[in-house]
C-alpha cells in the first residue's frame, strides 16, 4: 500500500510555470506506475500526464502535450509534474495516483490517490 501527499499547487498567471510535487510512502513505492490528474469543477476527473514503474515509459493528455513533463525519482519516493506555458483551461485540482501492475493512463484503474493540490490560472 501507499500514501500519497500533493503540493506545489498555488495561484499563476497565464504563460507562467509550477511545479507538482508527490511525496509517496511505503518501501515499495518503485513498483507502482504513478499518474497525474486533474478536476476542474463541474467536469469529470481527467488523466493529465503517467509515468512507468521504472520512469521508461510516459503518457500525456493531447491539450499538455509540449507543455507538462512528468518525472520521477525512486530514490526519493517522488514524483513530479513540471508545468509550463500555463491557461486559464489548466485550473483545476490536481491529484497524484499510484497503481501496481502494468502501465495505464486510464482514470478509473489508480488504486491509491492523494488529497489534491489546487491549481489556479488567471489570464
Known amino acids: 500500500q501507499v500514501s500519497l501527499v500533493e503540493s506545489g499547487g498555488g495561484l499563476v498567471q497565464a504563460g507562467g510555470s509550477l511545479r507538482l510535487s508527490c511525496t509517496a510512502s511505503g518501501r515499495t513505492f518503485s513498483r507502482y506506475n504513478m499518474g497525474w490528474f486533474r478536476q476542474a469543477p463541474g467536469k469529470e476527473r481527467e488523466t493529465v500526464a503517467a509515468?512507468?514503474?521504472?520512469?521508461?515509459?510516459?503518457g500525456y493528455a493531447d491539450s499538455v502535450k509540449g507543455r507538462f513533463t512528468i518525472s520521477r525519482d525512486n530514490a526519493k519516493n517522488m514524483v513530479y509534474l513540471q508545468m509550463n506555458s500555463l491557461k486559464p483551461e489548466d485550473t483545476a485540482l490536481y491529484y497524484c495516483?499510484?497503481?501496481?501492475?502494468?502501465?495505464?493512463?486510464?482514470?478509473?484503474?489508480?488504486?491509491?490517490w492523494g488529497q489534491g493540490t489546487q491549481v489556479t490560472v488567471s489570464s
Open positions: 495516483a499510484a497503481r501496481s501492475g502494468t502501465y495505464s493512463e486510464y482514470v478509473s484503474s489508480y488504486n491509491y
Open positions: 509515468i512507468s514503474w521504472s520512469g521508461g515509459r510516459t
